[in-house]
């Protein structure tokens, strides 16, 4: 769901994986065994997670733009040291991640460029508007919370350097979480005006919320594969039921109310009905044609734009670089 | 309130002011920072300054009766705070920030270590919690200026400017107090005077060891007033900004 | 740039039209260095991630907000990567055998079954 899964570059593989090589390499994940940097590994594994964790990376980073509309904004010293606190641990798991994605070999400033010209893709769910003090709630409680259902899955995959930023995002994701949580039912269990700038920022965040997990997964061969090689590890559908068993009670017990009048839990299987989110809009949107899309990109190459001084008088012309090895 | 119990709070509440305003000036850089794990360092920075004026608007509310931080940080209108003008500047380019925060950090330091032995308990504990993280930014600004003063001729330039575009409100910053000589006297804080001497000494050694130019004051009343509630032009929209959502309701809670 | 950001700090900046080319330069690469962090005095350094920075000194100001803004922390090292000497994990194999080598474990010295069999067959004596 941080790029579509399936939305990507086709670079060809140009040789046939070993086969015993590949064999002996699904046996380790097979025995849960971890994959490090500098192991064998097949070239569409290499390449898969590459996209994935630089996909993830880049919501991190731009998933600091919604919230961040309102950083200048929090009303007291409570929720100013909150949000202050949060979006900054935005930039550190991007932080993370990043890290994580350059030891399979490609450079930070590379995805930053794929990043800025439009070539990598984010999570959808930032690509739209935080309209309101209340949508900051809303992002912080449900989005974290969706965010959080598939970093726990993930963080029991098989490559070792995003498993270790994945335990470390997962800890302070709780404090995310909580605090989204907290000023949400604040805002619910506050004034009229408070209830009802919640209620309209449910509506509006209801959708992309639905779209999180991105569409049904079919079976595919593509999607059972990396499910072998543990870089997929629950699939869409299964997230996406695991949220709304989760947090619809938490948003019912405060007598909110969901854009979606058919949403109800079948008892006896435990399965969550739902209105089928609008698949169109999402593609529109994870394309480039979505409400914040133009302004997310703008801000990230006014931040690379106006930066650039800064890091060139960081750079040392006569040190070696090195991928990462951990 | 006994006229020294008065001075005590003025302090405070100059202190407070000064912290709020820097710390919510630098937040502004939270997520779009010139590179990522500095991004994170200015922000957990910024958190800190916000941190400290909380814990000092807590202490006025306590034991001079002022209303309590949320209130009274979120309520005022430009006039009433009592910040210099230095820290309300607007945010500028990377180089105008971190100048600032280089500026206003190692007075910070100084001030604090002064304030370490105050008459007044409550501040000299203050002093000595807050000695850590003053340390941090100070350690922070201090290799920042160093390594971009002898990087790029880019970066020199960046640095040189933004010094000379800040140093009249640094001075500035060292206004008298409206109390100084009842402090001095009763061991509360030994002034303005002696802080500005304090710190023009380590900031003059250290801006020529980055061999960047001191430059000339031409009117000494650039930048000053702003303890006695003159502000510049930006010090109200950053306070109608900062309060918008609080005020659409400042007896809820938020 | 069309829509007026919903961001006060945009409103104020700004921002590049989209069709603007931006690119990092390949120079912006700066090296890496590995952080190791001490929870508490008396206890190891872990290895917690890498930072991007020109030398250590500034790696060092930023692993404290990285790596430290949170918990406990009582001191940071700071290597460079590139003088770290990673193993190869295809040399692993030197290690197969050494879970085997159990004469360097307390477990296999077993002297219970002896003394049981020695006091056994001792004749019968008084025990006082």
């Known amino acids: ?326 | 309130m006994s006229e020294l119990n008065n001075a005590k709070a003025e302090l405070i509440n100059y202190l407070a002011d000064s912290l709020l305003i820097l710390g919510h000036r630098n937040g502004e850089w939270t997520g779009i920072g010139p590179v990522i794990e500095e991004d994170i360092a200015f922000g957990s920075m910024a958190q800190d300054k916000v941190g400290q004026a909380r814990q000092l608007y807590e202490l006025l509310h306590s034991d001079f009766g002022y209303s309590e931080p949320d209130t009274f940080a979120f309520t005022r209108t430009a006039e009433q705070f009592k910040c210099p003008q230095l820290v309300e500047l607007p945010i500028g380019d990377y180089a105008f920030s971190l100048m600032r925060h280089f500026l206003f950090d190692q007075a910070d330091l100084i001030r604090f270590e002064m304030l370490s032995s105050s008459s007044f308990v409550q501040l000299n504990q203050f002093a000595n919690k807050f000695k850590g993280e003053i340390k941090y930014h100070v350690f922070h600004a201090n290799t920042w200026i160093k390594q971009l003063s002898k990087a790029t001729d880019e970066s020199k330039i960046m640095l040189q400017t933004a010094l000379d575009a800040l140093w009249p409100y640094a001075f500035a910053m060292f206004e008298p107090g409206p109390n100084d000589a009842l402090l001095i006297e009763n061991g509360v804080f030994d002034g303005e005077k002696a802080l500005y001497d304090k710190w023009f000494e380590t900031i003059s050694t250290l801006l020529n060891t980055y061999q960047l130019n001191i430059p000339n004051i031409s009117d000494e009343t650039i930048g000053r007033g702003g303890r006695y509630g003159y502000h510049t032009e930006y010090l109200q929209p950053l306070l109608t900004e900062m309060t918008e959502v609080f005020t659409i309701d400042p007896s809820a809670e938020w | 740039m069309e829509n007026i950001s919903l961001d006060p700090r945009f409103q104020r900046a700004k921002l590049p039209e989209l069709d603007e080319e931006v690119i990092l330069n390949a120079s912006d690469s700066f090296v890496t260095f590995e952080v190791f962090h001490q929870k508490k005095k008396g206890t190891h350094h872990s290895h917690v991630g890498i930072v991007h920075a020109p030398n250590a000194e500034m790696a060092m100001v930023f692993a404290k907000e990285q790596f430290a803004r949170r918990g406990a922390t009582s001191n940071l090292w700071i290597v460079e990567s590139s003088n770290v000497l990673a193993m190869d994990y295809t040399d692993s194999d030197i290690f197969d055998t050494t879970p085997d080598k159990q004469h360097r474990e307390a477990g296999i010295y077993k002297t219970r079954d002896k003394i049981e069999k020695y006091q056994a067959e001792l004749p019968n004596t008084k025990q006082d």
């Open chain 1, 1 to 326: 769901m941080y790029g579509g899964g399936f939305i990507g570059e086709a670079e060809k593989q140009t040789q046939q994986d070993d086969p015993k090589l590949l064999a002996e390499f699904e046996a380790k994940i097979a025995k849960g065994e971890k994959i490090e940097p500098k192991d064998w590994m097949p070239f569409d594994y290499r390449k898969q997670l590459i996209r994935m964790i630089e996909q993830h990376a880049h919501s991190e980073i731009i998933g600091a733009l919604p919230e961040g509309t309102w950083v200048t904004r929090a009303p007291g010293f409570k929720r100013k040291l909150a949000i202050m606190a949060k979006v900054q641990d935005e930039i550190g798991h991007a932080q993370l991640l990043y890290s994580a994605a350059e030891t399979l070999g490609k450079p930070r400033e590379q995805m930053l460029n794929d990043l800025i010209s439009g070539k990598s893709k984010y999570s959808n769910v930032f690509n739209y508007p935080a309209d309101t003090w209340a949508d900051v709630t809303v992002i912080g409680f449900l989005i974290d919370a969706a965010a959080i259902v598939n970093q726990v899955a993930n963080s029991k995959g098989s490559y070792g350097p995003y498993c270790r930023a994945l335990e470390r995002i997962c800890y302070e994701e709780a404090f995310h979480l909580k605090q989204g949580h907290d000023a949400f039912v604040a805002l619910a269990t506050g004034t009229p005006i408070q209830r009802d700038m919640v209620q309209q920022a449910l509506n509006r965040w209801w959708e992309p919320i639905m779209h999180f997990f991105g569409p049904s997964d079919k079976m595919s061969v593509h999607s059972e594969k990396l499910m072998r090689w543990k870089v997929k590890m629950a699939s869409n559908d299964d997230m996406r039921q695991q949220f709304l068993s989760t947090y619809i009670p938490k948003i019912w017990e405060l007598g909110l109310t969901l854009p979606d009048a058919a949403l109800v839990k079948d008892e006896t299987s435990g399965k969550w009905t739902f209105t089928e989110p609008d698949w169109d809009e999402f593609f529109k949107v994870i394309n480039g044609d979505g409400p914040c899309n133009a302004e997310r990109l703008a801000v990230r190459k006014w931040a690379e734009q106006t930066g650039r001084w800064v890091r060139q008088a960081l750079t040392q012309p006569g040190k070696q670089y090195v991928t990462p090895f951990a």
